[in-house]
């Protein structure tokens, strides 16, 4: 692993990625009254691109997402941590992942681990719990609650003949990391490759109360290290269409500290994961018809050993192989004043291991889509229908079948006037969504829930964005109002371990909440000044309640794990090529299980960053060195509970940039 981590520091770097408008093009209607600025700066979703995901100097995706308002980030550990997120409410699971414009599923365990999602080669982030229509948002992506969309340097064309890139990092626990990647691009094709790798021994100091006595200890058994591959080739048929195919490797090694419960040190279980991932995809514009359609296989290899496992070997040692296979085709057709748009996707899922009573589930599961949207004078209205059948079985004898159809409709105003300074969007918007318990949580060993039911959520959600100024400063105002009710929430808690949870439903989820997010820049053609000052400012209430029986004594308490309060304020000051930026985050408390009693309280916490970067030109040449310190107050906190989190630690990054 460090030989692999040392060649990786040595391949040289790439250009900052330019901002794309494809899927801003794709997501917005043809509005000739109005200026660029505007339109962009009242979109429905929100946006991180490169220049804030540098300055953030994150650890992964896992931390990015933080930022976004309604997301609510469960993290388990420091670097390589598991790391998921609830949105508004609504779990991890309804969550799609989509890198480049494929899916990132994990049947077996429901969730993507945010903490393996590394931010080195991200030119946008993009969220949305609209209804999209950008041509590269997957028919799986469409129907789940919400989708991260996520674009990376490698997986698309340059205007520039030769680009590269890479860094190299180094941080507190022992931390190193590299990357480099390459890209090649021609009129009619591209390529490139890219590799990464990171390490760490984790070990890091933290302090718990443990009755009135104050305990000092240090993390152990909480290794990392994992490293990956990445290529790309894309082939343009003619002007309006193109191929892509490429393939991606990573392994991963991690160790699995234990609940910080009466803490000792003697916590030794490993887990090691192998992913391969194969995908291929064609795009086609003929008149004003568009279309896609694209393939994926994936195969996860999971292997858990304990070595002091008190059974008759002396140790345990479980293996979980996942394959999955997805074939998909989404076409879009516009008119002047109607658009239309049509999907089938299909997925088959198998997961085989060495535990007998998991059994070997075979899950084939078909969705169908249609999408209309018509556009009038003033408003534009969406119609949008789903439907998904699911056929699963196990050779233990027990079959599923499921059947769900999710409706959704939206209305919102049609930007039209350029006339004065204020613009404003509205958006109101009603759909269900609908995810299915894993592998895991319905066979995973004592802890699968066979009699778990699938989640449904019925979402209605207002959405005001403004901009009320456009002249010397920048001044976006985005706000969002929403009623969520879930039935049958799947929720998971972690017992002995990141391997061993706890699964249940709660019948009947109520949730009500809102976000506001304040972005401000001055001036706003920061291209003519020396200096220029950015700020942006979020906060979100999400008031999530068991509300399915008013006898039982978790009535009307928060859902565990969801913070009441949320929030973050940014500021960064630049002066030519260097900059210094503060990043704040809050987070109320909340509790570890669905009974709201002092002793399930896990408290909140404020979190400060600071980062200081300089970029130096050199022709066609870019570098910029950049230092971190993170938890700068040193605060001892944990996202959940007996999970302690690092305190004050550092990291240091060079980039080089070539095109």
Same mark, same amino acid.
């Given at each position: ?26 997501? %917005?209607? &043809? ?17 991180? !691109? ?9 650890? &992964? ?21 598991? !790391? ?14 989509? /890198? ?6 994990? +049947? ?34 469409? /129907? ?39 890209? +090649? ?32 200890? %240090? ?22 269409? *193109? @191929? ?18 009466? =803490? ?25 018809? !568009? ?17 002091? =496992?008190? $059974?008759?070997?002396? @140790? ?13 085709? /989404? ?98 918007? =009603? ?40 002249? !010397? ?35 009947? +989820? ?9 972005? @401000? ?21 999400? #008031?999530?309640? &068991? ?13 565990? #794990? ?11 000051? *630049?002066?030519?090529? /260097?900059?210094?930026?503060?990043? $704040?985050?809050?987070?109320? *408390?909340? #509790? ?16 400060? &960053? ?28 944990? =996202? ?20």
């Amino acid at each position: 692993m460090r030989l692999f981590l040392s060649i990786t520091m040595l391949i040289p770097l790439v250009s900052f990625g330019q901002e794309d408008s494809l899927a801003l093009r794709n997501d %917005t209607l &043809d509005i000739k009254q109005i200026t660029v600025v505007s339109e962009w700066r009242l979109r429905t979703y929100e946006i991180i !691109k490169e220049e804030q995901i540098r300055e953030l100097q994150p650890n &992964d995706v896992g931390e990015l997402v933080q930022k976004i308002p309604g997301f609510s980030l469960r993290s388990y550990g420091g670097l390589g941590g598991l !790391k998921t997120a609830t949105v508004r409410g609504l779990g991890a699971g309804f969550n799609a992942i989509v /890198v480049d414009g494929f899916s990132l599923p994990n +049947v077996q365990t429901g969730q993507v681990n945010l903490g393996q999602l590394k931010a080195d080669n991200i030119v946008r982030l993009s969220f949305s719990g609209d209804e999209s229509w950008n041509i590269y948002a997957p028919v799986g992506a469409i /129907v789940q609650g919400n989708s991260l969309m996520i674009k990376t340097f490698e997986g698309e064309h340059s205007q520039e003949s030769v680009s590269a890139r890479a860094n190299v990092g180094m941080g507190s626990f022992g931390r190193y990391e590299g990357f480099g990647a390459i890209k +090649v691009s021609r009129k009619r094709w591209y390529a490139s490759i890219s590799a990464d790798g990171r390490l760490a021994d984790g070990e890091y100091p933290f302090k718990f109360q443990n009755g009135q006595t104050l305990i000092s200890e %240090t993390r152990t058994n909480n290794q990392y290290s994992d490293g990956g591959m990445r290529g790309n080739l894309g082939i343009r048929t003619n002007k309006s269409g *193109h @191929f892509r195919l490429g393939y991606a490797r990573q392994g991963i090694e991690q160790a699995l500290p234990g609940a910080m419960i009466l =803490y000792n040190s003697t916590s030794d279980e490993l887990l090691e994961t192998r992913l391969n991932r194969a995908f291929v995809d064609g795009y086609m514009s003929i008149r004003r018809w !568009k279309t896609r359609i694209y393939g994926l296989h994936q195969s996860r290899n999971v292997l858990y050993t304990d070595p002091t =496992y008190l $059974n008759q070997q002396g @140790f345990l040692q479980q293996q979980y192989v996942t394959r999955m296979s997805e074939l998909g085709g /989404v076409t879009i057709r516009t008119l002047q004043k109607w658009w239309f748009s049509a999907g089938v996707q299909g997925r088959t899922t198998k997961l085989s291991g060495s535990e007998d009573q998991l059994g070997t589930p075979i899950r084939k599961h078909g969705i169908v889509l249609a999408r209309l949207r018509f556009v009038g004078r003033i408003w534009q209205y969406g119609v949008k229908a789903s439907g998904q059948y699911i056929n699963e079985w196990n050779t233990n004898d027990s079959k599923r079948d499921y059947l769900a159809f999710n409706p959704e409709v939206s209305i919102r105003n049609k930007i039209n006037s350029a006339t004065g300074s204020r613009h404003w969007r509205h958006v109101l918007l =009603y759909k269900r969504s609908f995810r299915l318990p894993s592998f895991n949580e319905l066979y995973f060993g004592t802890i699968g829930n066979t009699n778990l039911r699938p989640e449904r959520a019925d979402q209605l959600r207002y959405q005001l964005s403004v901009v009320p100024v456009e002249r !010397k400063l920048d001044l976006d105002i985005r706000t969002s109002m929403y009623a969520n009710l879930v039935s049958d929430k799947i929720v998971a808690i972690p017992t002995q371990n990141l391997f061993v949870w706890s699964i249940q439903n709660i019948d009947r +989820v109520g949730i009500l909440g809102g976000d506001a997010e304040v972005f @401000f820049e001055y001036p706003s053609n920061r291209h003519t000044r020396k200096w220029w000052f950015k700020a942006n400012a979020n906060y979100s209430f999400q #008031y999530a309640v &068991d509300i399915t029986d008013a006898e039982e004594p978790t009535y009307g308490h928060q859902v565990a #794990y969801i913070p009441q309060h949320s929030g973050n304020a940014d500021f960064s000051l *630049h002066h030519d090529k /260097v900059g210094l930026r503060l990043s $704040n985050m809050f987070v109320s *408390h909340r #509790y570890a299980l669905n009974e709201n009693t002092s002793f399930n309280l896990v408290k909140g916490f404020h979190l400060m &960053d600071a980062t200081v970067f300089g970029t130096f030109k050199l022709k066609s040449m870019k570098l910029t060195l950049r230092a971190t310190v993170k938890n700068i107050l040193n605060t001892q906190y944990a =996202y959940i509970r007996s999970y302690p989190m690092p305190g004050r630690n550092f990291l240091i990054s060079l980039q080089y940039a070539f095109h």
